[in-house]
């Protein structure tokens, strides 16, 4: 039996196939309740397992779970994942025209196709792409953090300035905590809670949920808009229309995704950026409903899922967190992920692959079921609605660590989002400045420890190597076209 095929043809493995990804589809829609938790927990039911049944497993919760993130984003405005908060910006103006059903048939089958292109990257080129990100350099990810900071551009409307205050405020609030160098107390005010940091899943549910929450408690003698679900599977014409941007986003999110510790988040994002930047003619305005928001993320997103098996299977090195788990699950099971495992294992590389595309074939299967259901959340009158909102979103940031601090920090962060909604100011880049921050000091620290603290070595270093060199114009060019000069001139040539 060919190994691609074992799990096909096994009615049991066949089985955990289906149950991963649909129990990793509903964990994704909840906040709180991330995919690594998930994977975390069921290692430890999983070590006796064979095997073939646990990675089987783990394949459908992850696939699943990457995707699930868009539903409550686009229903509710809440993010069920990092990976999904691009999704909110598009999906949600979508969601209260009406059109819930109609984004959602949209978003499952551009995740699916996204899917697929990662599962082909990851058969095809695992070799070639792993060489490509284990040459990247701790100088090469600072210049990627610089640039997915830089994609404030892409997420704040007309006002760059209040993009970059409130992507740099995340920033300073991921710096809240040890110093993962000297373990010296910043930002803690000799407060033992602090010391491990702000969470920034609850900061996320704060900032989109309980945000939400509060700001549409002026809106409760407005009716529920009724959401049009007789049409979910979308039109093969919508569908050919931003099959170029879905794979475009895709390749973006495979190459992110395949870049140790970056992960479907910074994939997503980006790729909204070059969907914003790219698309001439948008459906409707980024930001107030355009299809390509939500086309672009979902693509990426999950094209990213193959791209973090690359390093995992080929080098041993996780691409993601959840990787990292997989790892500590396959060392359970007596496995050493690497190059060895390529030679040695073959059929166990295949077996991987041919689950990932059965799992997405499931996430097309199950992701088009229930969005009636889910449709009818929206639909609910305000005064039930947003209680019922608040109550899960407290229970998903309970969920993180079992820790009541946890709900204290999601409320803080909802009023916090709330006043900066008021004055104008976008909340999405504060998550995007909590999620790149660390990222962002581990690449400087690292970079400028390897040049002996030469500031002036530092800098050249940045030269003499093609990757950087590549990353520093793409870097020039987006700060360029985010200039109001840009666009005068753009206008003045069109």
Do not use: C
């Amino acid at each position: 039996m060919t190994p691609f095929f074992a799990s096909w043809i096994d009615p049991w493995l066949l089985l955990l196939a289906a149950i991963g990804t649909f129990a990793g589809i509903y964990i994704g829609a909840i906040p709180g309740l991330s995919v690594t938790m998930a994977v975390s927990i069921l290692v430890s039911f999983t070590f006796k397992w064979p095997i073939q049944d646990a990675l089987v497993l783990i394949s459908g919760i992850f696939l699943g779970g990457v995707y699930g993130g868009s539903r409550s984003a686009i229903l509710l405005n809440i993010p069920g994942a990092p990976a999904a908060v691009a999704t909110t910006l598009d999906g949600y103006p979508l969601a209260k025209m009406g059109l819930a059903g109609q984004v959602i048939g949209l978003s499952t089958v551009m995740s699916v196709i996204g899917g697929f292109v990662g599962i082909a990257v990851l058969a095809v080129a695992a070799p070639m792409v792993s060489e490509l990100a284990l040459m990247f350099s701790p100088r090469d990810y600072l210049l990627l953090a610089v640039m997915g900071l830089l994609l404030v551009g892409g997420l704040t409307g007309d006002s760059m300035a209040k993009g970059v205050f409130a992507a740099a405020l995340g920033v300073l609030i991921s710096t809240v905590g040890l110093d993962p160098l000297t373990a010296e107390a910043r930002l803690t005010f000799d407060s033992l809670q602090l010391s491990a940091g702000i969470n920034f899943i609850a900061a996320m549910i704060g900032l989109f949920g309980v945000a939400e929450v509060l700001a549409q408690m002026h809106y409760l003698h407005v009716k529920a808009v009724k959401q049009n679900v007789s049409k979910i599977v979308p039109s093969w014409a919508l569908v050919k229309q931003h099959l170029p941007l879905s794979m475009r986003s895709s390749a973006i999110g495979v190459g992110i995704g395949a870049l140790p510790g970056a992960g479907g988040d910074i994939a997503a994002l980006m790729a909204y950026d070059h969907a914003r930047r790219s698309t001439k003619n948008p459906s409707r305005p980024f930001g107030q409903g355009a299809y390509e928001g939500v086309v672009a993320p979902e693509s990426a997103n999950n094209a990213s899922v193959g791209g973090a098996y690359i390093p995992m299977m080929t080098l041993g090195i996780p691409g993601d967190a959840v990787t990292a788990v997989i790892i500590g699950a396959m060392f359970i099971h007596g496995l050493r992920p690497g190059p060895l495992l390529m030679t040695e294992t073959p059929d166990l590389f295949w077996f991987i692959v041919g689950s990932l595309v059965l799992a997405n074939i499931f996430l097309l299967i199950f992701g088009l079921t229930g969005i009636r259901i889910f449709a009818k959340v929206v639909e609910t009158p305000k005064a039930f609605l947003l209680p019922v909102i608040l109550i899960l979103s407290a229970v998903g940031a309970y969920a993180i660590n079992n820790n009541p601090v946890d709900v204290y920090w999601m409320l803080g962060f909802g009023v916090l989002g709330y006043l900066m909604k008021i004055y104008g100011f976008p909340v999405a880049p504060i998550i995007l400045g909590i999620v790149l921050g660390p990222l962002l000091e581990r690449s400087y620290r690292q970079s400028i420890l390897m040049t002996g603290e030469d500031p002036v070595l530092f800098f050249t270093e940045f030269f003499t190597s093609p990757i950087s060199v590549i990353l520093l114009l793409a870097l020039g060019f987006s700060l360029l076209v985010s200039t109001p000069w840009w666009k005068r001139w753009r206008s003045r040539g069109k």
